[in-house]
Nanobody, 124 residues
Framework: QVQLVESGGGLVQAGGSLRLSCAAV????????MGWFRQAPGKEREFVAT????????YYADSVKGRFSISRDNAKNTVDLQMNSLKPEDTAVYLC?????????????????WGQGTQVTVSS
């Protein structure tokens, strides 16, 4: 079992940056794939980025490619999402997720562990 807690959300102007962090509690963190999703009011949960268990492979949604970067530190049991050049349409609750499948998960139903989320608001 893995418990996930996100931090780092907040209010930022368009063009600014934020760094989200997800702390994991559990002995299996280094064996699971990790990802970030987001959900805006009235919209479905949207895939943002994923990283494999070693951190050597990453994959991004087209909407954030080139602006966001996912990374992990297995020694600290953390996974981060660096968000640059933020746009108002990036406004959402951002959720950290873990998948027992070490790589390849892209859909929310493929992830087994979820955090509570952290709010990111980008003003125009």
């Amino acid at each position: 079992q893995v418990q996930l807690v996100e931090s780092g959300g907040g209010l930022v102007q368009a063009g600014g940056s934020l760094r989200l962090s997800c702390a994991a509690v559990g002995r299996t963190f280094s064996s699971i794939g990790m990802g970030w999703f987001r959900q805006a009011p009235g919209k479905e949960r949207e895939f943002v980025a994923t990283i494999n268990r070693s951190g050597g492979s990453t994959y991004y949604a087209d909407s954030v490619k080139g602006r966001f970067s996912i990374s992990r530190d297995n020694a600290k049991n953390t996974v981060d999402l660096q968000m640059n050049s933020l746009k108002p349409e990036d406004t959402a609750v951002y959720l950290c997720a873990g998948a027992r499948t070490s790589w390849g998960a892209r859909n929310a139903y493929e992830f087994d562990y979820w955090g509570q989320g952290t709010q990111v608001t980008v003003s125009s």
